[in-house]
């Protein structure tokens, strides 16, 4: 397979505030931080990264939509709260047809139970949750494999 030379990431709302936001559940790296080894750690295997954080649904829609057209072979998606609610992100990577891992920080089923329902799972190629940053390089890990 040639594979996953373009990989995007997304991540979903209120991500912007790793580090800062309840630091117990999400950690204490930043966005920034989790960004930065991903773009290494790609660039080392020969692949380029590019990761993209909106709060607006509408934003992470349309980057899902342009990815149709870019060259993108794989996603990796934290939809944080979105997971829970948005059809309409699931419909756009559902029309994408492009391979995706889902990814929480957080192990989403030992939490409230609003958020034990996922609109993405069953079109994902795999989720990944509860195992913090390192689920990131794990994601990144299968694309870059999948190559």
Same mark, same amino acid.
């Given at each position: 397979?040639?594979?996953? /030379?373009?990989?995007?990431?997304?991540?979903?709302?209120?991500?912007?505030?790793?580090?800062?936001?309840? &630091?117990?559940?999400?950690?204490?790296? *930043?966005?920034?931080?989790?960004?930065?080894?991903?773009?290494?750690?790609? %660039? +080392?295997?020969?692949? +380029?990264?590019? =990761?993209?954080? #909106? /709060? =607006?649904?509408?934003?992470?829609?349309?980057?899902?939509?342009?990815?149709?057209? +870019?060259? *993108?072979?794989?996603?990796?998606?934290?939809?944080?709260?979105? *997971?829970?609610?948005?059809?309409?992100?699931? +419909? =756009?990577?559902?029309?994408?047809?492009? &391979?995706?891992?889902?990814?929480?920080?957080? /192990?989403?089923?030992?939490?409230?139970?609003?958020?034990?329902?996922?609109?993405? #799972?069953?079109?994902?190629?795999?989720?990944?949750?509860?195992?913090?940053? %390192?689920?990131?390089?794990?994601?990144?890990?299968?694309?870059? =494999?999948?190559?």
């Amino acid at each position: 397979m040639a594979g996953a /030379n373009k990989i995007l990431v997304i991540h979903g709302p209120n991500l912007n505030l790793l580090g800062v936001r309840e &630091p117990e559940i999400y950690g204490n790296n *930043t966005l920034q931080d989790i960004n930065r080894n991903l773009r290494v750690f790609a %660039k +080392d295997a020969g692949a +380029d990264l590019e =990761a993209f954080q #909106s /709060n =607006a649904e509408s934003g992470l829609i349309g980057r899902v939509q342009m990815a149709m057209n +870019d060259g *993108t072979d794989f996603i990796i998606i934290n939809p944080a709260a979105f *997971t829970h609610t948005s059809i309409a992100l699931r +419909d =756009a990577l559902a029309a994408a047809k492009l &391979p995706f891992i889902e990814i929480h920080l957080s /192990n989403i089923f030992s939490r409230e139970s609003f958020r034990h329902k996922s609109y993405f #799972s069953d079109l994902a190629v795999g989720v990944i949750s509860g195992l913090g940053i %390192k689920g990131y390089q794990l994601a990144l890990e299968y694309a870059l =494999a999948s190559r």
